[in-house]
């Protein structure tokens, strides 16, 4: 049964060009069981394509049958070759963290054949340290970055001994209970639908008339920098973790919530690499962040469920708690008015809100005119505990997310088992020296820790 996709998931579909592949990923690394055979791997990809049927979203491919995906719908493959879509490779010598990042830019960088089920997932051998990588990359119209981390999260196993089915086995949609299924959301009666669409397309608006100097408000107008150029295939990701209690530690000691914090270590590190390069705007940057808007309970078995925030990154502040303070602020205004709408409300404001992306991208105008915003930073919510692969255990998870004609740097960070786990995606030819970036993000927590209240007293 084909299952027709909604105007914003088709948006991804319609934003793809040569040099702006709409898909999002994930770099997993594992550490080897210490009593692991040589051929762990050989014998892990066995195991994973060791099955008959495959479940959704797994083996869903697009039918198209009218231009720009305007009757794009998913349908089962009937001819779906596992094969294909799992892969085994291997870093060359030594095996550094640098030689996988390098590999996974590459990965991420090449774009997914949509007349299969659009989706790739590479076991990497030949990581130093007793370890292995497992890149997994899927188009962004099948499942959003939040619900694809969750779905590999959700196929792992919670200890090193249990045994799980491999993870796009049909047995993990079979198993659900049906009582653990949420009801199809019913749509809203015509005239309702036609008022909270009227709704929100005014708030949408409203926020392009309205501009915050003072970060009460959701900045619409974004400087003019580096970030907001057209962009090439090449792509650079860089990568690396920080102890989550530490950066709440920082959160406590401001007052503000562990995502301000995340929000002020990126405005840091972004201020320190454009001063450097003599390229730090007057006004401040804006950032793009969306927030997961899937209803408790929801499968994450497919599509879109996201909107977004425009917060201020108050790169034009110095000082870095005053800095926070103003992200705060601005981060709390904006989550007051999306807490305000209602669903169908919501589901206007990110498709209007979403129309001038998908315009200039279509258009060829994105990366030559006016930006919206400047960059992309994401927060995902993650496990709490260890989980495993296989006997192996997860000892990070690091999201390699998308970028397009003018935002040509995206800053993704995942939660998982104590720590917060980065990821920089940007492209290769426009935002030099990208890996530079972890130690300026890593002196913007230093900065914070410092100019903490209780920092300053025991001073």
Sequence with gaps: MARKLPLLDSGWLTMETPETAMHVGGLLLFKLPDDAPEDFLQNLLRDQLDLDRVGAPFNLKLRTRLPLQL?????????????????????????????????????????????????????????????????????????????????????????????SPPIWSVQWNEGRARSNTPAPRQS????????????????????????????????????????????????????????????????????????????????????????????????????????????????????????????????????????????????????????????AELDAYTTFSNLPLLIGQMTGLSGRMPAQFNLVISNVPGPTKPLYFGGAELLATYPVSLIWHGYALNITVQSYNGHLDVGFIACRDTVPHVQRMLGYLEDALAELEAAAPTARRKA
């Design 71 to 163: 009757d794009a719908a998913w349908v089962e493959d009937d001819r779906f070759d596992l094969e294909y879509h799992v892969r085994i490779t291997a870093l060359p010598r030594p095996g550094r963290v640098r030689e996988l990042l390098a590999l996974v830019s590459r990965l991420h960088q090449q774009r997914l054949d949509l007349c299969r089920p659009p989706w790739e997932c590479y076991l990497i051998e030949g990581l130093d340290g007793g370890r292995f990588g497992v890149y997994v990359k899927i188009h962004h119209s099948l499942v959003d970055g939040v619900a694809a981390m969750r779905l590999l999260q959700s196929r792992l196993s919670t200890g090193p001994d249990e045994k």
């Design 188 to 343: 809203p009666a015509l005239s309702r639908a036609i008022r909270s669409y009227g709704s929100g397309a005014r708030q949408w608006l409203g926020g392009l008339r309205r501009r915050a100097d003072d970060g009460s408000g959701l900045p619409q107008k974004a400087p003019d920098t580096i970030f907001n150029t057209r962009v090439t295939p090449a792509r650079r990701f860089a990568a690396q973790s920080w102890d989550i209690a530490r950066v709440r530690a920082v959160a406590k000691a401001h007052g503000a919530t562990l995502n301000d914090v995340f929000l002020a270590m990126c405005s840091g590190c972004l201020r320190q690499y454009l001063i450097e390069r003599e390229a730090l705007p007057d006004e401040p940057l804006v950032s793009y962040v969306p927030v997961s808007v899937r209803a408790s309970g929801q499968r994450d078995d497919g599509g879109n469920a996201i909107s977004a925030v425009q917060v201020t990154l108050a790169t034009d502040i110095a000082e870095p708690s005053a800095r926070l303070a103003a992200i705060h602020g601005s981060m709390n205004h904006a989550k007051k008015k999306l807490a305000r709408m209602g669903r």
